[in-house]
């Protein structure tokens, strides 16, 4: 991905925030997928660690999402997690075990005070935040 951006709908955001929602006080996952830097499909995964710290996505959902992607022509274009209570940003973890590269990486976070997202394009040893456009 050349442009350090993510075109997104409204829509999207919406899926996404009713799956971390619906996951709290656990991080909830998943990926999004499109063409370019276009979102087309937003695909809730389960976290299989169910925990409020980390989340590792659910390999046979994983699996059938790709073979998805690939039926619709689709390419994978970033994951999405949540922080329920933590980082707005890529935690540690979250960068060591990053495993996609050229695509980007979403954070939910603020579960008390109000759901916010922000995008990064993580690399190496760290990450750069990227603009998320919401477009209707």
Request: aromatic share 10%; proline share 5%.
């Amino acid at each position: 991905m050349k442009d350090h951006r993510l075109v997104l709908s409204s829509r999207h955001i919406s899926q996404m925030e009713v799956h971390v929602n619906s996951c709290s006080p656990e991080e909830g996952c998943g990926l999004l997928a499109g063409v370019g830097q276009r979102v087309e499909l937003t695909i809730p995964i389960t976290n299989q660690l169910h925990s409020p710290v980390r989340y590792n996505m659910e390999p046979e959902e994983l699996v059938r999402a790709f073979y998805d992607l690939e039926a619709r022509g689709l390419e994978m274009l970033a994951n999405f997690h949540s922080h329920p209570s933590g980082l707005d940003t890529p935690s540690e973890t979250d960068i060591r075990e990053f495993a996609y590269p050229g695509t980007f990486m979403l954070i939910w976070f603020g579960a008390t005070s109000g759901w916010q997202v922000k995008g990064f394009d993580v690399f190496q040893d760290a990450y750069r935040e990227i603009e998320l456009r919401i477009i209707d």
